[in-house]
């Protein structure tokens, strides 16, 4: 039932000029696009009040921002750094950078009862609601194929210079029909064809 875990090895940020560990424990966390927000250990949680001047609001269980935090944040212009491998330490890893424009969002009516500025993290409630919800998933993209049980995670790049290059994830048990895209072949269960025209 949660099947896009990676490791989340650490989370570091650069405020200032220095680095702040914000997460030196790593533990496996879902990556979930119908989540807004970043759900992590209450200790991640302080160490990002403590690098980003976040106090939490118990009143509507948000990081709610001033003004003046949201003036300093927007002028220092901090990132945060998530290490994420296959496990919780060790192996190959992903280094995904995430700035502040991206946690720069507003909570409205029924979050609060006036909008206001906030700071999309939230305190989880143990290790199965460890979640890297679609703050995260501003700065990174996930390619999934389901019928082999695996993923990738990458960082965005917004250069929109770049060529534009999609290649298709063909289904286990089919042959490539060229540009008209993937066919069911011929002992597959269905008798569909799979592919789409361009106009389509």
């Keep these: 039932s949660r099947d896009l875990l990676v490791g989340l090895q650490s989370i ?10 914000l997460m030196s424990e790593g533990t496996f966390t879902l990556i979930d696009s119908t989540v ?10 302080q160490a990002f009040e403590s690098a980003f001047g976040l106090v939490y609001n118990n009143t509507y269980n948000l990081y709610l921002i001033s003004n ?12 945060a750094y998530f290490i994420l ?8 890893v992903i280094n995904i950078t995430v700035p502040y ?6 909570a409205a009516y029924p979050l609060v009862d006036n909008t206001t500025l906030c700071f999309p993290l939230q ?34 790049y917004w250069d929109q210079e770049a060529t534009e290059n999609i290649v298709a994830i ?11 895209g993937p066919t ?4 597959a269960s269905l008798n569909t064809n799979y592919g789409l025209s361009k106009g389509a």
């Design 12 to 21: 570091t940020a650069n405020t200032t000029g220095n680095t702040t560990t």
């Design 36 to 45: 807004s927000q970043l759900w992590l250990p209450l200790a991640a949680c």
């Design 68 to 79: 003046s935090t949201h003036e300093q944040l927007l002028a220092s212009n901090p990132s």
């Design 85 to 92: 491998g296959n496990a919780p330490s060790g192996g190959q």
């Design 101 to 106: 424009a991206a946690f720069d969002l507003t």
């Design 123 to 156: 305190r989880a409630m143990n290790d199965t609601t460890y979640t890297l919800g679609r703050t995260f998933l501003q700065e990174a993209y996930i390619i999934v194929d389901y019928e082999r049980s695996n993923f990738s995670v990458r960082q965005c």
């Design 170 to 180: 063909l289904p286990v048990n089919t042959t490539s029909t060229g540009s008209s």
């Design 184 to 187: 069911m072949s011929t002992n």
